[in-house]
C-alpha cells in the first residue's frame, strides 16, 4: 500500500521533521498491515460503538449562569495574547 | 520501620492517632525522594512548599478535633497529565514544559478535600501514549527492581514512585492498560476504574471513549481507600457516571467462596513461561479459597490490538488539535499561521505522539474512515458482546497482568508493533468499559533478576466491589512475601554517593 506521508503530515498539521519521515513512513505501512486482519472480520450486524457513555445518564443542566474561570486566567497561559485576543501571524504573506 | 515504609493504611492510622503528625509523614517522603529519585526519575516535580502547607493545614484540624478526611496526611503523587492548579502539567511533553495548570482536576480537588497531600507530578510516557515511559520528554523512569529495565507505562513515574516507597499512593490514567501495566512491572497494585466512575475533568485528553482515572497503591486496600475519595459525578464532567456512591473498603473482607472465576484462553496465548506458572500457582491458590475456575473463550480478543490502535489514535488524533501553539503550550517562530501550526505541532510533539496522530488522521481521513475506524467501532461492539456473554457465566475474569515481566531500556523502543502487542492483555477492559485490578503475585527469576509478575482481575462495569474482593483475600492469603521482598529491594535503592575529591 503506497502512503504519502507528506500529505498525511499536512493533513494532520504538522510539518513533519526530516529526521522522522522515513521511519515513520515504515511504521506505518507495517502496522496498517497488521490491521489488515481487522479488514477480513464478517461484522455484519453490529452497530459501531463510538462512545462509552450509558444514554440514560445524560442530562441538561440547569439553564443558570455560574462562575467558570476567568478569561483573565485563561489568558494567562497563552503563548502570545493582544489585551483580550490570542496574538496570531498573519493568516497569509499578503497586504 | 519508617514511615516511608508503610502502606497508606498503616500511616493513616499513626496520623489519625496523633502517634506523627502529617508535617513528620511529609518529611519521611521527602527524605526518601532525596534519596531514590537520583536513581529512578520518577518526578517531572515535587511540590514540597505547597505540599508543607496541605499538612500543616491537616495537622491544624487535627489539633482541633475536626474531620481531617480519609486520607489525612497521606501523601499523594499525580501523573503529570492531571491538573493540580499552580503546578506544571507537562504531559511530559515539549509541547506543555511551561505550561502551569490554572485549576484542579477534580480528582485532585476531592483528594485534597479528604486530607490528601500533594507531594509532587510524576513522569509519563508523552501525553500518556506508551508502555515503558520512555517517550517522556523529561527522561527515561527507572524500574526500582532493575534500574536498567522500564516501570511500564505511561504512568511508570506513577508506579515508580510507589513501588519505592517515595509515595504511598498515586493517580494514574489508563486508556489502554496504563495504570495496571507499570502496577505489575514494579510490583505494585494498580486499579482501572469503570469508564465514567471518576470524573476526567482537569486531566489531559487522550482517548476519550478509552480514559480513566485510577489509583497506585501498594495494597488492595490503599486503592480502594483512593477510589472512595475520587469517585462520583461531577458536573464538570458529563461523563462521569450518576450511580450513587458505595464505599470499596466496606466489604473488602466479605467471603469470596463460592464466586465463579473465568480464564480466557486467549489471555494466555503468548504469555512468557515464568509469567505463566506464577498466574497457574495463583489459580490453584484461588480454588483452595473455594472459587469456581471455568475455561472461557473470547474469540473477538484476536481483533483487540487492533480496534485499541485504530479506535485510541482516531480520538488522539482530534483531541491533540488543540495542541496548536495558539491558546498554550509551544508556539514557534513563524511567519504565518500555517506555518505556526505545524512547526509548533512538528517541534512540540515527540515521534510516537506524531505517529499515532497520523495513524488517527489516516484513520479518519476521507476514503479511510469506513475502511478502518467505523469498522474498529463495529468490531468494539463485538468485543463487548462477547465480555457480556462471558460474564453471563461468571462474576470476573482473571489474567496475567503482563505478558511479559519489565522489558530492558530501549529493548522495544524501536518496534511500534512489539511495543503495542504486548497491551493485548489489558487494552480489551478500556474497549470495553470494564474494571480492572492489577496486583501483584510473585516473581519470575528467568532474566537474571528478580522482576515482579502481576494479576488482572477484570470485573463487569461499576462492580470494582467484586474485582477488590478478590484481590483483598487474595493479597490476604499470600501473606507477606511480596512485601518482604519489596523491602529489600527498597534498601538496595541506595543514594547515589558524590565522587570524593582527593587532593
Same mark, same amino acid.
Given at each position: 500500500?503506497?502512503?504519502?506521508?507528506?500529505?498525511?503530515?499536512?493533513?494532520?498539521?504538522?510539518?513533519?521533521?526530516?529526521?522522522?519521515?522515513?521511519?515513520?513512513?515504515?511504521?506505518?505501512?507495517?502496522?496498517?498491515?497488521?490491521?489488515?486482519?481487522?479488514?477480513?472480520?464478517?461484522?455484519?450486524?453490529?452497530?459501531?460503538?463510538?462512545? *462509552?457513555?450509558?444514554?440514560?445518564?445524560?442530562?441538561?443542566?440547569?439553564?443558570?449562569?455560574?462562575?467558570?474561570?476567568?478569561?483573565?486566567?485563561?489568558?494567562?497561559?497563552?503563548?502570545?495574547?493582544? &489585551?483580550?485576543?490570542?496574538?496570531?501571524?498573519?493568516?497569509?504573506?499578503?497586504? | 520501620?519508617?514511615?516511608?515504609?508503610?502502606?497508606?493504611?498503616?500511616?493513616?492510622?499513626?496520623?489519625?492517632?496523633?502517634?506523627?503528625?502529617?508535617?513528620?509523614?511529609?518529611?519521611?517522603?521527602?527524605?526518601?525522594?532525596?534519596?531514590?529519585?537520583?536513581?529512578?526519575?520518577? /518526578?517531572?516535580?515535587?511540590?514540597?512548599?505547597?505540599?508543607?502547607?496541605?499538612?500543616?493545614?491537616?495537622?491544624?484540624?487535627?489539633?482541633?478535633?475536626?474531620?481531617?478526611?480519609?486520607?489525612?496526611?497521606?501523601?499523594?503523587?499525580?501523573?503529570?497529565?492531571?491538573?493540580?492548579?499552580?503546578? =506544571?502539567?507537562?504531559?511530559?511533553?515539549?509541547?506543555?514544559?511551561?505550561?502551569?495548570? =490554572?485549576?484542579?482536576?477534580?480528582?485532585?480537588?476531592?483528594?485534597?478535600?479528604?486530607?490528601?497531600?500533594?507531594?509532587?507530578?510524576?513522569?509519563?510516557?508523552? $501525553?500518556? *501514549?506508551?508502555?515503558?515511559?520512555?517517550?517522556?520528554?523529561?527522561?527515561?523512569?527507572?524500574?526500582?527492581?532493575?534500574?536498567?529495565?522500564?516501570?511500564?507505562?505511561?504512568?511508570?513515574?506513577?508506579?515508580?514512585?510507589?513501588?519505592?516507597?517515595?509515595?504511598?499512593?498515586?493517580?494514574?490514567?489508563?486508556?489502554?492498560?496504563?495504570?495496571?501495566?507499570?502496577?505489575? $512491572?514494579?510490583?505494585?497494585?494498580?486499579?482501572?476504574?469503570?469508564?465514567?466512575?471518576?470524573?476526567?475533568?482537569?486531566?489531559?485528553? $487522550?482517548?476519550?471513549?478509552?480514559?480513566?482515572?485510577?489509583?497506585?497503591?501498594?495494597?488492595?486496600?490503599?486503592?480502594?481507600?483512593?477510589?472512595?475519595?475520587?469517585?462520583?459525578?461531577?458536573?464538570?464532567?458529563?461523563?462521569?457516571?450518576?450511580?450513587?456512591?458505595?464505599?470499596?473498603?466496606?466489604?473488602?473482607?466479605?467471603?469470596?467462596?463460592?464466586?465463579?472465576?473465568?480464564?480466557?484462553?486467549?489471555?494466555?496465548?503468548?504469555?512468557?513461561?515464568?509469567?505463566?506458572?506464577?498466574? &497457574?500457582?495463583?489459580?490453584?491458590?484461588?480454588?483452595?479459597?473455594?472459587? &469456581?475456575?471455568?475455561?472461557?473463550?473470547?474469540?473477538?480478543?484476536?481483533?483487540?490490538?487492533?480496534?485499541?490502535?485504530?479506535?485510541?489514535?482516531?480520538?488522539?488524533?482530534?483531541?491533540?488539535?488543540?495542541?496548536?501553539?495558539?491558546?498554550?503550550?509551544?508556539?514557534?517562530?513563524?511567519?504565518?499561521?500555517?506555518?505556526?501550526?505545524?512547526?509548533?505541532?512538528?517541534?512540540?510533539?515527540?515521534?510516537?505522539?506524531?505517529?499515532?496522530?497520523?495513524?488517527?488522521?489516516?484513520?479518519?481521513?476521507?476514503?479511510?474512515?469506513?475502511?478502518?475506524?467505523?469498522?474498529?467501532?463495529?468490531?468494539?461492539?463485538?468485543?463487548?458482546?462477547? /465480555?457480556?456473554?462471558?460474564?453471563?457465566?461468571?462474576?470476573?475474569?482473571?489474567?496475567?497482568?503482563?505478558?511479559?515481566?519489565?522489558?530492558?531500556?530501549?529493548?522495544?523502543? &524501536?518496534?511500534?508493533?512489539?511495543?503495542?502487542?504486548?497491551?493485548?492483555?489489558?487494552?480489551?477492559?478500556?474497549?470495553?468499559?470494564?474494571?480492572?485490578?492489577?496486583?501483584?503475585?510473585?516473581?519470575?527469576?528467568?532474566?537474571?533478576?528478580?522482576?515482579?509478575?502481576?494479576?488482572?482481575?477484570?470485573?463487569?462495569?461499576?462492580?470494582?466491589?467484586?474485582?477488590?474482593?478478590?484481590?483483598?483475600?487474595?493479597?490476604?492469603?499470600?501473606?507477606?512475601?511480596?512485601?518482604?521482598?519489596?523491602?529489600?529491594?527498597?534498601?538496595?535503592?541506595?543514594?547515589?554517593?558524590?565522587?570524593?575529591?582527593?587532593?
Amino acid at each position: 500500500m503506497e502512503l504519502d506521508i507528506t500529505r498525511l503530515a499536512h493533513d494532520a498539521g504538522i510539518t513533519l521533521p526530516e529526521e522522522y519521515k522515513d521511519d515513520l513512513a515504515n511504521d506505518l505501512t507495517s502496522l496498517l498491515e497488521h490491521m489488515k486482519h481487522l479488514l477480513k472480520v464478517d461484522l455484519e450486524g453490529y452497530e459501531p460503538t463510538f462512545s *462509552m457513555v450509558e444514554s440514560q445518564q445524560l442530562r441538561l443542566f440547569d439553564d443558570v449562569v455560574e462562575q467558570t474561570l476567568s478569561s483573565e486566567v485563561l489568558f494567562e497561559t497563552a503563548p502570545s495574547v493582544d &489585551e483580550r485576543y490570542f496574538k496570531v501571524p498573519r493568516e497569509s504573506q499578503g497586504s | 520501620m519508617k514511615l516511608w515504609e508503610m502502606t497508606a493504611k498503616e500511616i493513616l492510622a499513626h496520623v489519625l492517632a496523633r502517634d506523627v503528625s502529617s508535617d513528620q509523614v511529609l518529611d519521611s517522603f521527602l527524605d526518601r525522594i532525596s534519596e531514590a529519585e537520583p536513581q529512578l526519575n520518577a /518526578f517531572i516535580d515535587v511540590l514540597e512548599p505547597s505540599a508543607r502547607l496541605c499538612a500543616s493545614r491537616v495537622d491544624k484540624k487535627l489539633e482541633k478535633g475536626e474531620n481531617p478526611g480519609l486520607l489525612a496526611g497521606l501523601p499523594v503523587a499525580i501523573k503529570d497529565n492531571i491538573c493540580v492548579k499552580g503546578a =506544571p502539567c507537562t504531559c511530559a511533553s515539549k509541547m506543555l514544559e511551561n505550561w502551569i495548570a =490554572p485549576y484542579d482536576a477534580t480528582c485532585v480537588s476531592k483528594l485534597v478535600e479528604q486530607g490528601a497531600i500533594i507531594i509532587g507530578k510524576t513522569n509519563l510516557d508523552e $501525553f500518556a *501514549m506508551g508502555s515503558s515511559t520512555e517517550t517522556s520528554a523529561f527522561g527515561i523512569t527507572k524500574n526500582p527492581w532493575d534500574t536498567e529495565r522500564v516501570p511500564g507505562g505511561s504512568s511508570g513515574g506513577s508506579a515508580a514512585a510507589v513501588s519505592s516507597g517515595m509515595a504511598p499512593i498515586a493517580l494514574g490514567t489508563d486508556t489502554g492498560g496504563s495504570i495496571r501495566q507499570p502496577a505489575s $512491572f514494579t510490583g505494585v497494585c494498580g486499579l482501572k476504574p469503570t469508564y465514567g466512575l471518576v470524573s476526567r475533568y482537569g486531566v489531559t485528553a $487522550f482517548a476519550s471513549s478509552l480514559d480513566a482515572v485510577g489509583p497506585i497503591g501498594e495494597t488492595v486496600w490503599d486503592c480502594a481507600l483512593v477510589l472512595d475519595a475520587i469517585s462520583g459525578f461531577d458536573d464538570m464532567d458529563p461523563t462521569s457516571s450518576a450511580r450513587p456512591g458505595r464505599s470499596y473498603r466496606a466489604n473488602l473482607d466479605k467471603e469470596v467462596k463460592g464466586l465463579k472465576v473465568g480464564i480466557a484462553q486467549e489471555f494466555l496465548e503468548g504469555v512468557e513461561p515464568d509469567v505463566l506458572e506464577c498466574f &497457574e500457582s495463583k489459580v490453584a491458590c484461588l480454588e483452595d479459597l473455594g472459587i &469456581e475456575v471455568q475455561v472461557l473463550t473470547l474469540p473477538s480478543l484476536s481483533y483487540a490490538i487492533d480496534i485499541y490502535y485504530i479506535i485510541a489514535s482516531a480520538e488522539a488524533s482530534s483531541n491533540l488539535a488543540r495542541f496548536d501553539g495558539v491558546r498554550f503550550g509551544r508556539r514557534a517562530e513563524a511567519e504565518t499561521l500555517d506555518e505556526l501550526y505545524g512547526l509548533s505541532r512538528g517541534t512540540g510533539f515527540g515521534e510516537e505522539v506524531i505517529r499515532r496522530i497520523m495513524i488517527g488522521t489516516y484513520a479518519l481521513s476521507a476514503g479511510n474512515k469506513e475502511k478502518y475506524y467505523v469498522r474498529a467501532a463495529k468490531a468494539r461492539t463485538m468485543l463487548i458482546e462477547d /465480555f457480556k456473554k462471558s460474564f453471563g457465566k461468571v462474576d470476573l475474569i482473571i489474567s496475567p497482568a503482563t505478558p511479559y515481566v519489565a522489558f530492558k531500556v530501549g529493548e522495544k523502543i &524501536e518496534d511500534s508493533l512489539a511495543m503495542y502487542t504486548g497491551d493485548l492483555i489489558t487494552v480489551p477492559v478500556n474497549l470495553a468499559g470494564l474494571c480492572a485490578l492489577s496486583m501483584p503475585i510473585g516473581f519470575s527469576h528467568a532474566h537474571g533478576k528478580m522482576l515482579p509478575c502481576g494479576l488482572q482481575i477484570i470485573g463487569k462495569p461499576y462492580d470494582e466491589h467484586t474485582v477488590l474482593r478478590l484481590g483483598y483475600a487474595l493479597e490476604q492469603a499470600m501473606g507477606d512475601e511480596i512485601r518482604s521482598k519489596r523491602v529489600t529491594m527498597r534498601q538496595s535503592l541506595k543514594p547515589v554517593r558524590e565522587v570524593e575529591l582527593v587532593d
